[in-house]
């Protein structure tokens, strides 16, 4: 079974970066689209952004021009560099295929001063 694990949240402030990854040890990543997914408090989870076996990505509009979604097919890893953070950009932060795999649990990104 796939699972996928994520990392590299933590707290930051307002205006600054973070880098998450997203890895699912056993599963050969490289020939899908990985997705990254946000849940907020209260919310439901949206997506966020995604990129494809080629490199082709993709953005939800608000935070086009902020994040970064890149992969290593070498490390079978997918990245999501973030910067200019928001408050509102506070979440869970979720790596998957589509159609979604389980879940793994994510990883916490709280922008707050």
């Known amino acids: 079974q796939v699972q996928f694990v994520e990392s590299g949240g933590g707290l930051v402030q307002p205006g600054g970066s973070l880098n998450l990854s997203c890895t699912a040890p056993?599963?050969?990543?490289?020939?899908?689209?990985i997705h990254w997914y946000r849940q907020a408090p209260a919310k439901q989870r949206e997506w966020v952004a995604l990129?494809?076996?080629?490199?082709?990505?993709k953005y939800l509009d608000v935070v086009k021009g902020r994040f970064t979604i890149s992969r290593d097919n070498r490390l079978s890893t997918v990245y999501l560099q973030m910067d200019r953070l928001k408050s509102e950009d506070t979440a869970v932060y979720h790596c998957?295929?589509?159609?979604?795999?389980?879940w793994g649990r994510g990883t916490l990104v709280t922008v707050s001063s």
């Open positions: 990129v494809s076996p080629g490199g082709f990505t």
């Open positions: 056993g599963f050969n990543c490289n020939s899908y689209s």
């Open positions: 998957n295929i589509n159609p979604a795999r389980a």
